[in-house]
Structures are given as C-alpha cells and as structure tokens.
C-alpha cells in the first residue's frame, strides 16, 4: 500500500517577485463582497422631470405609488423630505442607492424658509454618521450621509432666480451641487449655450461652490482625458428624462415623440443625459471622497470645537441672540430684586422683635 504524498505548496507567484503587485485584486474583491453605498439629493421646483430623471439614469422606478397634489394643495405645502431606498445590482456588483427627494420645494408663495428643511436633514446624516463612528460597535455603519444634490434649474427663466442663489450658498459647504438644466429640450441648441453660459456667470458672480470634476491624472489614457474635458465644458449639464421606448430609425429606444421627430434621451447630441450619468458613475468614488474628506470633516471639527454640543438652530441670528441675553439679564434682576425685598422684611421683622422684648424688660 503506497503512501499518499502531501500536496505540494506551489509559489502563485513568477520568481523573482514578493507579490505585493496583487494588492489592488484583493481591494477589488472585498469591495465587489461587500457592495457599494451612495446617496444622491434631487432638489427643485415641481414639474421639472426630477423623478421621471432619477428613473431614467438607474433603469427602475423610485417612485410606483406617488400621488401628485394639485394647484391648490401646493399653494399650503411644506417641503418634505422622501428618502427611497434601492438595491441594484449589475455585473455581480452591487449597489445600494438613496435618493433623497424633496416634494414641496419652491411650491409655496413664501419660499424663505423652504430650504431650512433640507438643511436639517443633510446635517442630521452627518450628526448620524458621527454618532455611529464614535460609537463601540463601528463595523457595521450604513453611510446615509448626502454625497451628490442634483440641482435642477427652470429651462423657462433666464438663469438663476433668487432662491436659487439662496439655497445654494445655504448648502454648498455641505454638499456637492451639480447643476442640472431640466427639461432641455423646450430650448433650441444655441438658447441652451447661453442659458449655460449666464447660470455659469452667475454662479461666479455670488461666489457659489459647485462640484467641479478633478483633472484627469498624466498616466491616464487620451480617450479619458478627452471624456473629462467634455463633462467639465457640459456642466450645468442640460437633460431630458423619458421612461417610455419609441421606435426610432428601426430600433427601440428611449426618448420623446414630437411632431417634427423624436429627442432621444441617451443621445449626446440631443442632450447632455449620457455625461451627467456618466459624470455621476465615474466620479462616485471621488464625491464619496470629497463628502468624507471636506464636507464631513468641516462639520466634524465644527462639533468637536463646541465641545460636542448640539446646536438646533446654526443659523440663529445676533439679533436672536441679543433678545435672549436681554430676557436673561431681566431675570436676573427679578431675581435679585425679590432677594433685596426678603432681606429687607427680614430686617424689619427683626427691628419689631427687637423693639418688643426692650419694652417687655
């Protein structure tokens, strides 16, 4: 009976090299394991094709149930904040998607404080994020925390309305902004560059951060640098949304039917659908890294030099301020003044006691 010989350790490796080389496989094969996690904002006024958009860039509805108020019903409503969860999955990778919509935005008569909503909820996901990592348990945190707000501006306008300029100086710190002009195909081609051109113009003007894609490294190929050129010249991107299939020059696909022909969502001459989602796949590592590595770490130390505490309101005004001091400083000399009453009964209690036990003696 022959003995079975051990199996053989082989070196996976060609002599001559440690293996080190292999790194980035692993890295790749923990990630595609354990999935991938983004959150992205749409912010807008209503019927301007956010959510027929955000449908049209992730092939599958968000939103199967939602009912649309009337006239009337928007005049009252309030902003609100709808967070909808998907799992996606392609290739073997997987992808667990937010989208944070904001129904109510810009409806109202009164739009001041419309945006105080929104604001809340981003720093809540921070306050959230903050919590958990400082935590005992940090293995299993779930990053709800905004990495991309698609800003979709009127095509109907002629750039920047006042309560765009507001909301986004109010959050531009917190979050990247990627203008988006919606429903581009109301515009002619050379209405579109120049409405770019002034939005651009403006957003320079009021000194308004939005996010700009990082240069293309020297080592990467010509055909990436020439793609990274084009999304920086198309940004405020001009889009065009559709769910429906129409037969065009003898295939299927998606766009809109007109009279004088059909504008086809995922065609770049037509529209600027196909860089914002390609702007939005090829760039997700870098705005996950510019929301963790700025506008995280901004509130983090913000946190951190309050000493922990949590502010309610960031942006109370000195005015408030002042009339809180003042109320305070009132009570104080309430205070003081019932003291100053006590002690001066008390004195003519003890006078009378005095003044009695001499006339007893």
Excluded at 210 to 228: C, G, N, R, V, W
Excluded at 290 to 304: A, G, I, K, M
Aim: charged share 30%; net charge negative; hydrophobic share 35%.
């Amino acid at each position: 009976m022959s003995k079975q010989q051990p199996a053989q350790f082989i070196n996976p490796e060609t002599p001559g090299y440690v293996g080190f080389a292999n790194l980035p496989n692993q890295v790749h094969r923990k990630s595609v394991k354990k999935g991938f996690e983004f959150t992205l904002m749409v912010v807008g006024e209503s019927g301007l094709g956010k959510s027929t958009l955000i449908n049209s860039l992730f092939l599958t509805d968000l939103y199967p149930e939602r009912i649309i108020p009337g006239a009337a019903e928007k005049i009252e409503r309030t902003v609100q904040i709808e967070a909808s969860t998907v799992e996606i999955e392609e290739r073997g990778v997987k992808l667990r998607l937010t989208v944070v919509d904001t129904p109510g935005y810009g409806d109202a008569i009164n739009c001041r404080d419309c945006f105080k909503t929104i604001i809340s909820y981003i720093d809540e996901q921070f306050e959230r994020y903050l919590h958990d990592e400082s935590g005992l348990n940090r293995r299993h945190i779930i990053d709800n925390r905004v990495h991309c707000c698609f800003y979709f501006i009127s095509p109907f306008g002629h750039g920047l309305k006042p309560l765009d300029v507001a909301f986004m100086k109010a959050i531009h710190n917190k979050v990247n902004i990627v203008p988006v002009i919606a429903k581009a195909d109301t515009l002619t081609l050379k209405e579109r560059e120049r409405l770019k051109k002034r939005i651009l113009d403006e957003i320079e003007e009021h000194s308004i951060k939005i996010y700009h894609l990082p240069d293309a490294e020297s080592d990467e190929d010509e055909d990436f640098k020439e793609q990274t050129r084009l999304l920086k010249a198309s940004i405020p991107f001009s889009v065009v949304g559709s769910n429906q299939l129409i037969e065009a020059k003898g295939k299927k696909v998606r766009g809109r039917l007109y009279p004088w022909g059909v504008v086809e969502v995922e065609n770049p001459e037509h529209n600027d659908f196909l860089k914002l989602r390609t702007m939005l796949i090829t760039h997700m590592q870098d705005l996950q890294e510019v929301t963790q590595d700025l506008h995280y770490e901004n509130f983090r130390s913000e946190r951190l030099k309050r000493g922990g505490r949590k502010v309610e309101n960031e942006d109370m005004n000195k005015d408030q301020i002042l009339l809180e001091k003042e109320a305070e400083l009132r009570r104080m000399q309430e205070m003081i003044a019932r003291m100053q009453a006590q002690m001066q009964m008390q004195m003519q209690g003890g006078d009378s006691d005095s003044g009695a036990l001499g006339h007893h003696v």
